[in-house]
Nanobody, 118 residues
Framework: QLQLVESGGGVVQPGGSLRLSCTTS????????IGWFRQAPGKEREGVSC???????SYEDSVKGRFTISRDNAKNTVYLEMNSLKVEDTAVYYC????????????WGQGTQVTVSS
């Protein structure tokens, strides 16, 4: 069964950076799109970024220019480089795999906490 594991979350000050990782098992990452989502307390889960199987990235407007998504298929890992972090970026971040970025997810990770606080 497809499994995804997120890592790299933590506590940073505003303006700081983190790099999240999403590592898959049970499938070959090369054939799948990977999306990053986040959910803050009291808010609905929202899409953050996605990368297609051929490496085309997309971003939600609030993170465009600050976050960068990339993939290393040899390591079955997708990264989300998060720069210039803001307090409003605080959330649990999840990754999900699908055939296409607009498709229903085939699996989800358990999430990693990102806290931005001064």
């Amino acid at each position: 069964q497809l499994q995804l594991v997120e890592s790299g979350g933590g506590v940073v000050q505003p303006g700081g950076s983190l790099r999240l990782s999403c590592t898959t098992s049970g499938v070959t990452l090369e054939y799948y799109a990977i999306g990053w989502f986040r959910q803050a307390p009291g808010k609905e889960r929202e899409g953050v970024s996605c990368i297609t199987s051929d490496g085309t990235p997309s971003y939600e407007d609030s993170v465009k220019g600050r976050f960068t998504i990339s993939r290393d298929n040899a390591k079955n890992t997708v990264y989300l480089e998060m720069n210039s972090l803001k307090v409003e970026d605080t959330a649990v971040y999840y990754c999900a795999a699908s055939h296409f970025c607009d498709a229903v997810a085939l699996g989800w990770g358990q999430g990693t906490q990102v806290t931005v606080s001064s």
